[in-house]
């Protein structure tokens, strides 16, 4: 079995030991509207607020080789070209590591006595990637060294980039000082913006003319000039344009040279774009090279942002006997949550970052796993996503980050999405206990003077879905509830069309179990809320959960488990009844979770089925068995062979909502066992089967029917991140807030059942020692009081 990392607690890094990972592992940097996605070979690319519309470098998704384009330092050393990072040029390396920390990745390179050490980061302050590499002769001799410094601009829509070369091979434009090289392509007409790369110190030669860098015929690993020695101080006019800085460095033995790079991207004001005619006013880009022009400033930016992550994972953390679990929890997992709301599902190694928007019901679940960090990010984000709801309480599926403007590409008619206001709302009163939330004014569909308060786009949420019901007295699915690909109005049969924006059916009448469970649990706590603020709209609530209550019990249960669905026509789906896809995960989770006939034994029966005939080495698949052929009165579901994505997968998402039933349910052993088994730090599955990053949870793990049972795809950007945060904090470790305290209800086997817990609770710090016994109490309520508060609780 290979290896190709471990982790490193005390400094919060994984460390990558070998350049040629099973698919690239990436990081993220950037804390506010500046990120860059980094692999362990410093590939990758950066944006500005939106990956699509301001991408600054170029990237090649579905290149050949694998991950090409970064920010590539190269290093001619003699006859040998190489680089820090192992790519693009693959020259082996006597020493090769990557650490990937909290926002900054370290890549280090070693060759021939020469020792490359590079540190990426995103400051907080500024809209820019520092790069700092140092050289150390170890050798006993005195190098004659050229280092080159590399990257490629995309022409700024990393859509029409890729595909509109009429016009691109002509456009682009920079500019080039002794020590900076500036992109300006489109500057002259309606764009404000422009993007430099430059260094702490002039640079020796240049080419901002990717042909004459590299030679039309060849790739990043083999640029004549490097290999040369040379520069062929080319200002590029039209075709692609690059940077690439040359540097002379003569290294005695023992010497270091330390050099430090700004990408950086500014926005003028458009009465003072131009310094001269045509001349860029760069007065923003050269503040920010100042800001990190010297290595004490560099390391003080670095120091800055590392106290900003110190800070956020402190206001959570555990310390128990089980290391993977503390470092999920105190690491891996909230980190992962932070990316997540930053991104949405816009721009990973999966994501391409030029198709999906910010998500209706993907950032409302997302802020379940930052509302203890930044809650008054989450503030906003609620109010962003409420206002693109319809009058009718509807929604729009997406909405666009740069306008925040809903999309109408996809539209709205997704069942479940109004629902998930409540859930994330709830989330955050409960965190921050800040009503005034309800209060605010928040238009539909962004149209000004059409305001009506969140608790009114709550309400009408609620009412949306609690009126939409079918035959059955269960929601109306819509083209769709929180799975995606179960598209039960939609009959496609035309292969051009995306099931998700493809013309439904008028008047389709399918129904869905899972919305069904998570109405009834989102029902009642909007109900829990609608009470304590006093409002009378409370017992109206209460009785259409109990009405969706006994719909499910009557209609919704198939004698061994939840339906899943009803179809167009009103027939099962998810029953013994039917050949294939006899039972489903999301509808088990959800009524669970719900409690849907808890006294009759219903939920019990549910999670042994999911356990029976879902769970696998590897997880709980989605649906089994999976359809083995195109159904199209099911839609996309059946279009993905056995045991991949919502066909059979595990879908890592969903996952936490059966152990999180399985917590409320009292089932500590299943609870525990799903939960290492999807989680990565666990390490189930080696480094080579499951091909992904093993510090972060991906979207899917291919399922028990699949070719390559435990393989991943798609890590990163996943509702699995806010969803197993929960499960964890609140479940397992039993920390839960509620609108006036924290109660502690544990779910963990006893021989772990002894730990501690640090939590910031709005302006209070809890020190709690949790001590789990057989036939304690269960629960423990603390009540919320600010101040220092060292607890011990035994449960
Ligand atoms: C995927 C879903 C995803 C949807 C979004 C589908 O192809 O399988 O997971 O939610 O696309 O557009
Ligand atoms: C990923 C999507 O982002 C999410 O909204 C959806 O619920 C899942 N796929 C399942 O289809």
Redesign the pocket.
Known sequence: MNSYGHFDDASREYVITRPDTPWPWINYMGTGDFFSLISNTAGGYCFCRDAKFRRILRYRYNGVPMDAGGRYFYIKDGDTLWNPGWKPCRTPLDFYECRHGMGYTRICGEKDGLRAESLFFVPLEHRCEVHRVKLSNRSDRPKTVRLYAFIEWCLWNASTDMENFQRNLSTGEVEVQPDAIYHKTEYRERRNHYAFYGANRPFDGFDTDRETFLGMYNGFDAPVQALAGTSGNSVAHGWSPVAAERFDLELAPGATEELIFVLGYVENPADAKFSAPGVINKTAAREMLEAYSTGVRVDAAFAALRAYWDDLLGRFTVASDVPELDRTVNVWNQYQCMITFFMS?SASYFESGI??GMGFRDSNQDLAGIVHMIPDRARQRILDIAATQFPDGGCYHQYQPLTKRGNND?GGGFGDDPLWLIFGTVAYLKETGDFSILDEPVPFDNVPGSEVSLLEHLKISFRRVATGLGPHGLPLIGRADWN??LNLNCFSLDPDE???TTENVAGGQAESLMIAGLFVAEGKDFAELLERLGDADASSVRSAVCAMEDSVKKHGWDGEWFLRAYDFHGGKIGSRECDESKIFIESQGWCAMARIGAGEGLCDKALDSAVKHLECEHGLVLNAPAFSSYLYQYG?ISS?PQGY??NGGI?CHNNPWVIIAEAMAGHVEDAWRHYTKITPAFGRQSHDLRKVEPYVFC??VAGAEAARPGEGK?SWLTGTAAWTWKCVSEFILGVKPQYDGLLIEPCIPLRYGTYRIHRRFRDAEYDITIRCTDGGPGKVFIPYSPGGHVLEVTV
């Open positions: 599902r198709g999906r996809i995606d690909c995306s099931f998700q996309e993905y994505k919502e879908f979207q899917m798609n």
